[in-house]
């Protein structure tokens, strides 16, 4: 499955005007070729009920979902992938439990915020890196170290698969990422807490094709 340029992930911490299944369909209306579900709280049961929703939104768009940090949350769902960061389950261990369960679940990708990282999470079966954060951002309490586009450049120079830049990602900023070797990017709250966000997702859609 290739790996998407717009990256979209929900969210219901800095918002509590839509669901995780109502933004995903307003980001996949606005463009979003990939839909990221993120709720860094919760038991795995409140995760569920916000997840099930947002599957068959993607479903219906035929549009890649994975599930931020929950391996077994998305195999229960069987979307189409996991995004893992340096806390969760290691890499290779997540990678050998996809080759080993048929399903739908395939895509892995890893957060990465050096250069070793993005290596080590290649080696281990990555499927893309999720590096940053690229500019500053306040949707994490304590973010590791703005990299810069120096930072991220040096990353893209370093691994084979996409690497998706996060953090402070702004749709003027879209030519910058993609000009360092970025594949693509992943945003949040410059879409889920925007008056309209499906306006505010093709703003990103636009500066992606235009770059291209």
């Known amino acids: 499955m290739p790996i998407g ?3 979209v992930l929900t969210d219901f911490h800095f918002q509590q005007r839509f669901s995780h299944a109502d933004l995903a369909r307003l980001a996949l209306a606005g463009g979003a070729d990939t839909i990221q579900f993120r709720q ?15 599957v068959t939104a993607c479903r219906e768009a035929e ?7 929950h391996l077994t949350l998305a195999l229960a769902v069987e979307a189409d992938g996991v995004h893992l960061g340096q806390s969760d389950l290691p890499i290779a261990e997540a ?8 399903g739908h679940t395939r895509l892995l990708g890893a957060t990465a915020t050096t250069v070793a990282q993005a290596r080590e999470a290649e080696a281990a079966g990555a499927d893309y890196i999720g590096f940053g954060p690229v500019f500053a951002t ?30 402070g990602i702004t749709p003027e900023r879209v030519r910058l990422v993609l000009g360092a070797g970025a594949h693509g990017v992943a945003v949040m709250t410059a ?13 990103f859609r636009d500066a992606i094709a235009q770059w291209r």
Do not use: F, Y
């Not at 549009?63 to 940090?69: I, N, Q, S």
């Not at 170290?145 to 120096?150: D, I, N, Q, R, S």
């Open 63 to 69: 549009v890649p979902l994975l599930v931020d940090d």
């Open 40 to 54: 860094k709280i919760g038991s795995v049961r409140d995760l569920l009920a916000g997840l099930r929703p947002t």
């Open 5 to 7: 340029r717009l990256h």
């Open 95 to 102: 990678r050998a439990v996809l080759d080993r369960c048929p």
């Open 138 to 167: 306040q949707s994490k309490a304590n973010p590791a170290p703005v990299k810069g586009l120096a930072g991220l450049e040096a990353v893209c120079d370093a691994v084979q698969i996409p690497v998706i830049a996060i953090a």
């Open 191 to 203: 879409i889920s807490t925007a008056e309209d966000p499906r306006t505010a997702t093709a703003a």
